[in-house]
């Protein structure tokens, strides 16, 4: 294992062995009109950036292959890129950001491989916040995301995602979706505002906890899916698609839907609630 420091530097870098350290001390820009720096296929690299990357392609990749990348930006870091602030390929890579990312046509942070794990308590701004396509990834937002497109998207089974911050999209504010029969969880106690949706879901069984707001239609999908909204505020419709969905709620504002033919729904209410039309059970 070796250890790098990174100064003022226009060509990019590339990693050279398993298991290195690199460093881009505070007050110092690492850039390249691509990529400005490359894990490569490497394993166990650890890329920390106190300083600022600035990239005409993506500012921090990985190829297919790499494993166990661990990137942290910190709170006087910065990573720009054209494409994307980070994109990582291969198993067991982790993104911590303290700092600021931005991606003007592409992903704040992208991994695609499974046992993923991004913290987020900066901020990002991008077209896509989040994007991670792998099972079993684990997503923390405590900070700020704002995104074009979707904040947080998740595709993969068993993936997890927690918010405590703030996530704000033009499309869907998260996407946490999975195969027919896959499982997905989504825990919220800050605020997550899409326009088109606030929450969406997809074929697998998804359940969403909210004890903080959501501003935007949730739109569950498909699959047994449920939606826990004791505490929370959802500003806008909560569709429940096909599949036996359940509701749990201490609020009789909640404005539920779903229509004919999409299986047997029950809601739990501790206050009086009324069953709207397609609602089959309370308890």
Same mark, same amino acid.
């Given at each position: 294992?070796?250890?790098?420091?990174?100064?003022?530097?226009?060509?990019?870098?590339?990693?050279?062995?398993?298991?290195?350290?690199?460093?881009?001390?505070?007050?110092?820009?690492?850039?390249?009109?691509?990529?400005?720096?490359?894990?490569?296929?490497?394993?166990?690299?650890?890329?920390?950036?106190?300083?600022?990357?600035?990239?005409?392609?993506?500012?921090? $990749?990985?190829?297919?292959?790499?494993?166990?990348?661990?990137?942290?930006?910190? $709170?006087?870091?910065?990573?720009?890129?054209?494409?994307?602030?980070?994109?990582?390929?291969?198993?067991?890579?982790?993104?911590?950001?303290?700092?600021?990312?931005?991606?003007?046509?592409?992903?704040?942070?992208?991994?695609?491989?499974?046992?993923?794990?991004?913290?987020?308590?900066?901020?990002?701004?991008?077209?896509?916040?989040?994007?991670?396509?792998?099972?079993?990834?684990?997503?923390?937002?405590?900070?700020?995301?704002?995104?074009?497109?979707?904040?947080?998207?998740?595709?993969?089974?068993?993936?997890?995602?927690?918010?405590?911050?703030?996530?704000?999209?033009?499309?869907?504010?998260?996407?946490?979706?999975?195969?027919?029969?896959?499982?997905?969880?989504?825990?919220?106690?800050?605020?997550?505002?899409?326009?088109?949706?606030?929450?969406?879901?997809?074929?697998?069984?998804?359940?969403?906890?909210?004890?903080?707001?959501?501003?935007?239609?949730?739109?569950?999908?498909?699959?047994?899916?449920?939606?826990?909204?004791?505490?929370?505020?959802?500003?806008?419709?909560?569709?429940?698609?096909?599949?036996?969905?359940?509701?749990?709620?201490?609020?009789?504002?909640?404005?539920?839907?779903?229509?004919?033919?999409?299986?047997?729904?029950?809601?739990?209410?501790?206050?009086?609630?009324?069953?709207?039309?397609?609602?089959?059970?309370?308890?």
């Amino acid at each position: 294992m070796a250890v790098y420091f990174i100064y003022n530097d226009s060509n990019g870098y590339v990693a050279t062995a398993n298991g290195d350290i690199y460093i881009i001390q505070n007050n110092n820009t690492l850039a390249h009109t691509g990529d400005a720096f490359d894990i490569g296929t490497y394993e166990n690299v650890t890329v920390n950036v106190a300083g600022s990357i600035v990239a005409g392609s993506d500012g921090i $990749t990985s190829a297919t292959g790499s494993y166990r990348a661990l990137v942290t930006i910190e $709170t006087t870091g910065s990573v720009t890129g054209n494409g994307d602030a980070i994109s990582l390929h291969g198993d067991r890579n982790a993104v911590t950001n303290f700092g600021t990312l931005a991606a003007y046509n592409n992903t704040g942070i992208e991994i695609f491989g499974n046992f993923a794990e991004v913290s987020n308590h900066g901020a990002i701004h991008a077209i896509y916040g989040v994007l991670v396509d792998g099972d079993a990834a684990e997503v923390g937002n405590f900070g700020s995301i704002f995104a074009l497109n979707t904040g947080v998207l998740l595709n993969g089974a068993s993936a997890y995602l927690a918010n405590s911050g703030q996530i704000q999209a033009e499309d869907t504010g998260v996407s946490v979706r999975a195969d027919t029969g896959e499982s997905t969880y989504f825990s919220n106690t800050g605020t997550v505002q899409g326009r088109l949706a606030s929450v969406r879901g997809g074929f697998s069984n998804d359940t969403v906890i909210n004890s903080g707001t959501l501003i935007g239609d949730v739109r569950l999908g498909a699959g047994n899916d449920s939606f826990d909204n004791r505490g929370g505020t959802v500003v806008g419709d909560v569709f429940g698609g096909a599949g036996n969905d359940t509701y749990i709620t201490d609020s009789a504002a909640l404005q539920i839907v779903e229509f004919a033919g999409e299986g047997t729904d029950e809601v739990r209410s501790t206050v009086r609630y009324i069953l709207g039309d397609n609602l089959e059970n309370l308890t």
